[in-house]
């Protein structure tokens, strides 16, 4: 299989605005949905939160405009666990322009800087290639790295 990964800055994606605002927190996003025509939701887990960080990020979302809700899921000791629901949606999500070239997310997206990093299984060079251009669309892609690696290792960890 081929193994790609990727950073970009998305345009337009209610994510990437708040790691563009927080640019100090890592920040993982297990996924989101697509609720309706301008609405969308996700969780992000805010990493090595800290209590003024959280109220920043509420506070934030509370307080900007496409921002409609926003809500404290879990907080422990090392992380914090936010839903939010935007009513805006990016020109397109990097889950769908994963998906439209069949490939699959391994592991969770991080943000991180203002860059969305993610990793993606292929099935072959040219598909995650064809990825790479296609996501150019969408943001500033700032890396790629394309190699190949046995399914065991990328899909499991084991070497």
Partial sequence: MFKLEFGIIHHHCPSNQLSRQFPELRIINPGGFVL?????????????????SVADVLQYI???????????????????????????IPEEFCSQVVERNRGFKIGMEEQRGGLEHWMVGCYDRQQ????????????????????????????????
């Fill in 62 to 88: 509370s307080e900007t405009p496409k921002y409609v809700e926003c809500e404290l899921l879990e907080r422990t000791a090392h992380r914090a666990f936010i839903r939010w629901r935007a009513d805006c």
């Fill in 128 to 159: 995650a290639e064809q990825l790479v251009e296609d996501l150019k669309a969408i943001g500033d892609v700032e890396y790629s790295r394309i190699h190949e690696e046995s399914w065991q290792s990328a899909l499991l960890g084991v070497k």
């Fill in 36 to 52: 309706g025509p301008n609405l969308v939701e996700e969780i992000a887990v805010i990493d090595q939160a800290t209590d003024e």
